[in-house]
């Protein structure tokens, strides 16, 4: 039965009992000259220590046990009692012989030891139950938590590397609540964001900090720690998280035929080349034209020094003339993922040419070296036609223009050349003159002995620019009177001049 507090509200009645206990006898002479010494009012220990109260009385205050309370009023809780110590396993007594060192000591003190403690003394009431007679001062005890270790999760899946990851650092039950949290990848500090810190239960507190990472497809060997600092710890605690618990790097596949193109009736090796990828967990099956093949000689991953994985597996195929152009597929399945394939052609050449057929695999760099090369010589082959086309032209307009040739005669005797030249004597035609004659300028040679034509062409059939003429001066060509000269014919009709020098 807990005993009775004696609060405010009884001291009305508490001063006539003492009156009456101050009557003549031996109890009553007790009661007087009592003290009881609650000397500490404060005491700070560090959680899983031992923690200390002292208490001390003097003089007799009759039969009543000293107890200790965990606070005072309704809500308080016995920690101590004289007459029944050994319900409390965690406290003893310092001094268990005395009958006035009352001090004890709780071991293993944790934060929900804290609170006001009180030394009590008490004596039998009118009733028979244990009554207050007197209390001490109390003594307000502060239980410094240190910090539980800190524990760092991440997300429940598996992430590829350059996408974000929360991940989240909790520890709890310490006490102050002042606690700082730093974040570090391997050596490298890490931002995260401010600790949030909530008050728990007896006056002790909870801390959750978060921090964002950016996985790399080489953080296999990485780790994640996050550093706890607080007032009762002598050094930081960390916790730690290893990223190759969420990392997944997805393989690249490559499928190569060696050799490639093969004679007929040969046997073509065809690998598939699983590289850089984690965790370990793969599957690799092989599908020709879609139908599944059977591979007996299944590989195992290969451990790479960064800690990725890599996998070469293989497969024979006969190279039947039936299976010429065949398609060979090699389907990967990584850590549960949806699958990843590659594929290559079986080409057979032709035995009569030496081994290389028309068949020839070439990969995607070949491929564009040959396109590049038909380029060029495309752009090339234009510019030079378009060259020879501006040639041609310009010859065409060149040939178009009054070409002429003068044509001399061997010199004629001295008889000849001395003779005056009788203008009476020209005989000409002229032909294809429109509306009127055009002037024509004739050349007479020093010799007067010598003959020439003169041809002049252009397109257009009109005009006077496109007459067309032969103009000639001979010697003793014709002794003919002279006749009138032609009637023009229509365009495109020629003229002709003939002058002839008569003795």
């Known amino acids: 039965m807990e005993p009775h507090l004696r609060d405010p509200g009884r001291t009305a009645w508490a001063l006539p009992c003492l009156l009456l206990l101050a009557l003549p006898g031996v109890d009553a002479q007790a009661r007087q000259g009592f003290t009881l010494q609650q000397p500490q009012l404060t005491q700070m220990v560090t959680a899983g220590e031992m923690l200390t109260l002292s208490c001390t009385t003097s003089g007799i205050a009759g039969p009543g046990p000293v107890m200790w309370l965990k606070g005072w009023g309704s809500g308080n809780k016995t920690v ?90 909790t520890t709890g039950g310490f006490f102050p609540d002042k606690i700082e949290v ?18 728990w239960k007896m006056k002790t507190y909870n801390m959750s900090s978060t921090a964002v990472l950016t996985l790399q497809k080489d953080d296999v060997r990485s780790q994640l720690i996050c550093e706890v600092k607080h007032s009762t710890l002598p050094a930081p605690l960390h916790g730690r998280y290893q990223l190759s618990k969420i990392l997944r790097v997805p393989p690249s596949v490559e499928v190569r035929a060696e050799p490639s193109p093969v004679e007929v009736n040969k046997t073509v090796t065809f690998s598939c080349l699983v590289r850089e990828f984690y965790p370990d967990k793969v599957s690799v099956s092989w599908l020709e034209n879609g139908t599944e093949m059977k591979v007996q000689n299944v590989s195992l991953p290969r451990k790479l020094p960064q800690g990725l994985f890599e996998l070469r597996s293989q497969v024979e195929v006969q190279a039947m003339e039936e299976k010429n152009r065949s398609t060979i597929t090699c389907i990967v399945v990584h850590d549960a993922q949806a699958p ?13 040419q030496g081994g290389l057929g028309s068949g020839f695999q070439m990969d995607k760099e070949d491929m564009l070296i040959y396109i590049v090369v038909g380029v060029v010589c495309t752009v090339l082959a234009l510019l030079v036609a378009a060259i020879l086309y501006l040639i041609r032209t310009k010859q065409i307009k060149a040939g178009k223009s009054s070409p002429s040739a003068r044509l001399h005669e061997p ?93």
């Open 80 to 169: 101590y009692n004289q007459n029944n110590e050994n319900a409390f396993p965690r406290v003893r007594r310092a001094m268990r012989e005395s009958d006035t060192d009352f001090t004890i000591r709780i071991v293993n003190i944790q934060p929900e030891d804290m609170g006001t403690y009180y030394c009590v003394k008490f004596v039998k009431g009118d009733t028979g139950d244990d009554e207050v007679f007197l209390r001490g001062n109390g003594t307000e005890v502060s239980v410094q938590a240190k910090p539980s270790p800190p524990l760092v999760s991440g997300p429940e899946q598996r992430e590829r590397p350059g996408e974000p990851v929360p991940f989240t650092c």
């Open 340 to 352: 990843v394939n590659s594929s290559a052609l079986l080409w057979i050449s032709n035995p009569t």
């Open 182 to 199: 730093k974040w570090f990848k391997n050596n490298n500090p890490v931002g995260a964001q401010p600790p949030q810190v909530k008050e």
């Open 411 to 503: 010199e004629k005797s001295s008889e000849a050349t001395t003779q005056e030249s009788d203008p009476n004597n020209l005989t000409y035609a002229d032909l294809n003159f429109e509306k009127e004659r055009k002037s024509i300028r004739r050349m007479v040679e020093m010799s007067q002995q010598s003959e020439y034509a003169c041809i002049q062409t252009n397109q257009a059939p009109n005009g006077d620019d496109n007459l067309t003429y032969a103009d000639l001066d001979m010697v003793h060509l014709s002794k003919a009177p002279k006749r009138p000269a032609p009637r023009p014919e229509e365009a495109g009709s020629e003229y002709a001049s003939v002058q002839i020098t008569r003795k």
